[in-house]
């Protein structure tokens, strides 16, 4: 038990106090440290499309933009549907994305310019072994949507969709919209809310059907063994990659010269040739298709010619 | 090669997982003791009704918040943060400092609330005493915040806890971003969605023992306790 002593009540009143300080003095510095460290680093903030980094593409090509240039990226992996919205809120310095219909979205309401073809690879669609629905081998992805809904309402079939506002999910709405269908609320069709490669692998536990981009499927393949690829080689399956930077004049905060840099270090032939030696089981992931005018036009890339030349143009600010 | 790597960034990560959750736990205390010892020894008693009302409130509220949910933290300092929040000046989305002050606001009711029941269950025989004896009622709460200690110490662990688990909020503020902001948490998330699951693992295990370390701790502070 205590005795009350007057010296030992103020010692107890000074230690506390003393205690008190020495804290507040260690976190403060603590925080001007850090403070310092990240307004010194000049960095580039990327959103990009879980594709792009879960097939490995990005991890692969920033140590050569960052061994030339000094510069580090950050990379934030989330949907199309997300990547879009954050560089809206200026979040972000540029995004690499996939779906012409949100990218015309963000670059028509001004919060994006100079949006630019970068690289394509095609969508698959891959369903278990025994394909309930005999859609394997079909060339349009269309009708393997409508007998894989056929045979959901029979409950013969699943199908997973990523329902996350991703470049992919786009794509499975506008080819369930061409059927007229929308499969909401049904058993056997499953809004997973998640990246490509979390529905990979519950396609894979629940032997179910999905559409997913190439290079993920590629990456992931060799992991998921109750799957095959049933449907490909259908043009609405095409899968091109955009690079549109955020709007200087609208986000005059947020580092357009690094954003404009590494757009124009990914379209360089250096760049280009990097993302075409990108392979992962000995097969190509993604095709480069920047400089390659004609195709990029008919991928939805009106203005390629243009933007390209205006990107040449710029100088590159070291 | 490959092995350096993999360590290095095993390394990174928990640093940086230890670095957030304890400057959080440790700017925590430092807001939350003294708001949970003001409350603890705070007794609106008297008649009026309305003060023992406040009371009940005030304590409710804390305790509500003990309990909020780390995802909706994380949706709220990602509004305030991004560049058109309120916030947004300050540059902070997508850094350790966002993640540090999402897990400051899970961290905070946590200590207020122990630190609270800790100082109002020795309140009475401590500070009357003191008083009596003639402490000022600075002196008097100091002592029984002295008296409390061990209390107090589990809330700071336990607040300590709850912060390096902690995923939801600190994906949405930090981002996730490899080298700069994925903690423990966030890491086992994308490692396992992208299967490497050696490396999920590494984390879970190192993930495990810090909590194992973290309940040991607290074990040891409330067999003392009992003992005393």
New interface residues.
């Given amino acids: 038990m205590?005795t009350?002593k007057?010296n030992g009540?103020?010692k107890?009143?000074s230690e506390?106090l003393a205690v008190?300080l020495v804290?507040?003095v260690?976190?403060v510095s603590?925080?001007a440290y850090?403070?310092h460290i990240?307004s010194q680093k000049s960095i580039i903030?990327l959103a990009t499309t879980t594709s792009t980094y879960?097939s490995g593409l990005l991890?692969y090509l920033m140590p050569y933009f960052q061994e030339k240039y000094g510069i580090?990226v950050?990379?934030?992996?989330v949907g199309t549907g997300q990547a879009i919205e954050i560089a809206r809120?200026?979040?972000v310095d540029l995004v690499l994305v996939h779906s012409t219909q949100l990218e015309l979205e963000f670059v028509n309401s001004g919060c994006g310019v100079h949006r630019i073809g970068v690289m394509y690879n095609d969508f698959v669609i891959i369903g278990p072994a025994n394909d309930p629905a005999g859609i394997s081998g079909l060339k349009n992805a269309t009708e393997a949507f409508r007998r894989i809904a056929e045979e959901g309402a029979k409950n013969n079939a699943k199908f997973i969709s990523r329902a996350d506002k991703s470049g992919t999910h786009m794509l499975e709405l506008s080819i369930w919209k061409k059927l007229n269908l929308r499969p909401l609320n049904k058993t056997w069709y499953v809004e997973a809310g998640?990246?490509m490669?979390?529905v990979l692998?519950m396609a894979n536990e629940m032997n179910a059907y999905t559409l997913t981009d190439r290079a993920t499927w590629l990456s992931?393949k060799n992991?998921l063994t109750n799957l095959r690829v049933l449907v490909e080689d259908d043009v609405v399956l095409l899968n091109p990659y955009a690079i549109i930077l955020v709007n200087p004049e609208k986000?005059p905060?947020?580092n357009y010269e690094g954003a404009l840099m590494l757009a124009k270090w990914m379209i360089s032939e250096e760049g280009q040739n990097l993302i075409a030696s990108f392979k992962k089981w000995g097969e190509t992931l993604f095709k480069p298709m920047a400089r390659n005018i004609e195709l990029a036009q008919l991928l939805g890339f009106p203005e390629q010619e243009k933007e390209l030349a205006w990107y040449d143009m710029q100088e590159p600010w070291v | 090669m490959y092995e350096g790597i993999f360590w290095e960034e095993v390394l990174n990560i928990t640093l940086l997982s230890l670095k957030v959750s304890g400057l959080a736990t440790l700017i925590g205390a430092l807001i939350g003791i003294p708001i949970g010892t003001f409350l603890g020894l705070r007794r609106f008693k008297g008649k009026r009704t309305i003060m023992r009302f406040v009371d009940v409130i005030m304590k409710t509220i804390v305790n509500t918040f003990m309990g909020l949910p780390p995802v909706v933290v994380g949706l709220i300092v990602y509004l305030l943060l991004t560049a058109s929040g309120p916030l947004g000046w300050l540059g902070l989305l997508y850094t350790p400092m966002a993640m540090i002050m999402t897990q400051l606001i899970i961290v905070i009711p946590i200590i207020i609330g122990i630190t609270m029941s800790a100082v109002g269950s020795i309140e009475k025989s401590i500070r009357e005493k003191a008083l009596s004896l003639g402490a000022t009622e600075t002196q008097a709460a100091l002592l029984v915040l002295r008296e409390a200690r061990m209390g107090v110490l589990s809330s700071i662990i336990a607040a300590f806890g709850a912060a390096i688990s902690e995923v939801g909020g600190i994906m949405i503020t930090g981002g996730n971003i490899r080298w700069w902001t994925r903690t423990l948490t966030t890491a086992i998330v994308i490692e396992t969605e992208l299967g490497n699951f050696t490396m999920a693992l590494t984390l879970g295990a190192i993930l495990l023992t810090i909590a194992f370390i973290i309940n040991l701790a607290l074990t040891i502070i409330q067999v003392k306790g009992a003992r005393e």
């Fill in positions: 205590y009350i007057h009540n103020m107890i009143v506390t008190f804290l507040v260690v976190i603590v925080f850090e403070w990240c903030a879960d991890e580090a950050h990379i934030i992996s809120r200026g979040d998640s990246g490669g979390a692998r992931f992991q986000y905060k947020r």
